[in-house]
């Protein structure tokens, strides 16, 4: 709760700061300084001090999993601040409202990761998603990003209509809206419930970028500004995973035998259409985008699953997305040139990015000794739980192996060719400090997991 409330006081504080504040190095110190508080807030809710005292009437409840990694999100968010502060102010003059934009996103993020309610679960997801439409058009000379916002607020909006469709569903077959309750379910009302329960699969399938649904998702990531499609493909997609896992395991667990094989089928052909399709691409920030695709499919393991290590290694997996694709897009908002040339001899000019950027690379790819390694181990662990899902299990493998060429493509250009004719930027100290850190928990994460999951239990 301590979160939920601040962010969205920060949020009204940051729209006054443009004001306010006429030095942009003021409104970046504001921000650090905010997420900063928020972050120790949501640390002390941890251990038990809550600073405000509100009668949540059954409709948010903050147990331990949604504060540890409401916790990893905004220290994810922080290292974000401080790698792409200083890119926003190249998107536009309203420097101090995309910060206020951001904070009222992680408002609705503290919603849906807590909601005992679908109305909570609504309104999170709308209080994420509006001002995500609003970034992505943020660059108002930038044509392509004009385009993405209309595609994916035309998109978002039938997606929306499919979610309170599938609340109407539900609340006719249940007569209530919070997930809590579990009134008896009689054969007419099944039905409801069945159809309520595909809306609301499809719905947040859209959000998460699954295919299907997933058409959005290269136009949008790659039309939109760099520095925000970081965010939006990191701290938002492991939020809503998590409001999704938690969605079908207490409103719907009961009758996890209905969707189950609808949820194997939407892993299996995001995993084959994410990563085949990455394999084209000739853009590193377009292979990026069909890259969260894939590892929406790996994600989608916690939801198969629906057990205790999924949901350890949903928490796990997002540690390790996270970290790597920040850090990857914080690089490449730097760089004037976006396709796999554009690193040509990257080991050579700049070895220590270079280097940061391999450990990202290799975490993506699941190579051992990384966050990423493991986290698919505990998502395949998670699904060979369950009877019947060996084939499942191989195909998710057969597809990270496909996966490792089209990241290593990047390792290649850096390594094992010259520098080209488009020079690589410099860096400031700060960032590279804060990129090896971040390389450094993707790394320390691979072999010490309990540092983070332990944090789940105590």
Known sequence: MNALIISAVLGVIMMFGSTLLKQKNSIRALATGGMLLLLLANLLEMGGIRFFQVELKGMLFFDQFALVFHSLLLLAVLLYIILAAPDMEKVGVNYADYFALLFFILCGVAMVLAFKSLLILFLGIEIISIPLYILTGSDKKNLKGNEAALKYFLLGSFSTGLMLMGIALVYGARGTFSTLANPAITPMNLNLLIAGMAF?????????????????????????????TSFMATIVKAAVFVAFVRLFDELFGDFDGKWRLWVAVLTAVTLFIGNITAVFQQSVKRMLAYSSIAQAGFMLFALYAMNGDGKEGLLLYAAAYCFATIGIFAVLARMKDYTFDGFNGMGKTRPFIAAALAVFLFSLAGIPLTAG?????????????VPGSAWLVLFAVLMAAVSVYYYFRVLQAMYFREPGETSHPEFPAYFKWVLGAMAALVIVLGVLPELLLGRLYF
């Open 373 to 385: 390694f493991l986290a698919k181990f505990y998502m395949l662990k998670a699904a060979l739980a």
């Open 200 to 228: 609301l699969l499809f719905s947040m399938a859209f959000k998460v970028s699954a295919a299907p649904f997933h058409f959005w998702t290269p136009d949008v990531y790659d039309g939109a500004p760099t520095v925000f």
